[in-house]
């Protein structure tokens, strides 16, 4: 049977190996896919060990997407962008490429399952940390009228719109600064919610209907989830939505074949 894992630390609160063994099922694919928690210092040995024993490819979450994209000998464009790598295949060559399916899985969650559309509209994100730059790609392809940036730190948010310059622009501001502005769809890329932690963000930035989106997940609505709520957000969601989507793209890669991801949303409702 082909060996699939999902690789981070820590791990056990992973909800991947129950995606894609529903994946399987459904696509009829015989394949095992495990959980394996792997401290940074030991992510190399660990990495070709598994590929050595006959394992096909990994998905890699925090904190260890970077090393992924140090590690393996080929790029796809979208992780090149991402500066990280959160699925890795075995290629016919015995080479490994990388790949990242965060920010299609985003805008697969936005656009398809909550039915939005970016065109045209004011994005705010906040915090530039490796999960904003995963996303901000796709993002600016969603052709939204503005998509501003807020950092604590701001030489980050700077750094971010110099990266993306050739994609489209991003206006990198302080939270102090957003004071002025209004968003039709926030979302969180910060840390903050693993600590039930919320950036510093004023109230009013909402626009009418606007929407609201953590990237995190987690059993009890997030902070910035909540904080959504209380500003009257048309819909202010959590990534589980994301984290199915970016496992069926990475199934996809793997496999060949796209898993509907209609029924696996619901069940983890
Ligand atoms: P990740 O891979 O999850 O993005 P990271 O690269 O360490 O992790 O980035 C964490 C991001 O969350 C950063 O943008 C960080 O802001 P700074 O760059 O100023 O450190 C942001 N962050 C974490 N905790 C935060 C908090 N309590 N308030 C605001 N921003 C926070």
């Not at 925090?62 to 080929?74: C, D, G, I, N």
């Not at 994005?123 to 940036?149: D, T, Y």
């Not at 930035?205 to 902070?223: H, I, K, M, R, W």
């Amino acid at each position: 049977m082909d060996r699939y894992a999902v690789l981070g630390y820590p791990i056990g609160h992973s909800k991947s190996p129950i995606i894609h063994q529903q994946f399987a099922k459904q696509t009829k694919q015989a394949l095992s896919y495990e959980a394996i928690e792997v401290k940074p210092e030991v992510f190399s040995a660990t990495l070709e060990d598994f590929f050595h024993a006959g394992g096909k490819g990994v998905n890699c979450t925090v904190p260890l997407k970077e090393l992924a994209f140090e590690k393996v000998a080929q790029l796809t464009e979208r992780a090149q962008f991402s500066g990280a790598v959160n699925t890795i295949k075995l290629m016919d060559d015995g080479t490994l490429l990388g790949d990242n399916t965060d920010g299609v899985g985003l805008l697969t969650d936005l656009c398809v399952n909550l039915g939005l559309s970016l065109e045209g509209k004011r994005l705010l994100v906040l915090g530039a940390g490796g999960a904003a730059r995963g996303i901000l790609g796709p993002l600016l392809g969603a052709k939204p009228s503005a998509l501003f940036l807020a950092n604590r730190t701001a030489s980050k948010a700077e750094a971010m719109e110099a990266l993306f310059a050739s994609v489209g622009h991003i206006t990198p501001t302080s939270y102090e600064a957003l004071s002025d502005h209004q968003f039709d769809l926030i979302i969180n890329a910060t840390s903050a919610s693993l600590n039930d932690a919320l950036p510093a963000i004023n109230a009013g930035l909402l626009a009418a209907n606007g929407v609201c989106y953590d990237l995190a997940y987690s059993e009890q609505p997030t902070a910035f989830v909540r904080w959504g709520l209380d500003e009257g957000a048309r819909l202010s969601v959590d990534g589980r939505g994301m984290l199915v989507e970016q496992a069926a793209h990475a199934f996809k890669l793997w496999r060949g074949v796209m898993p509907d991801t209609a029924q696996v949303l619901e069940s983890l409702k």
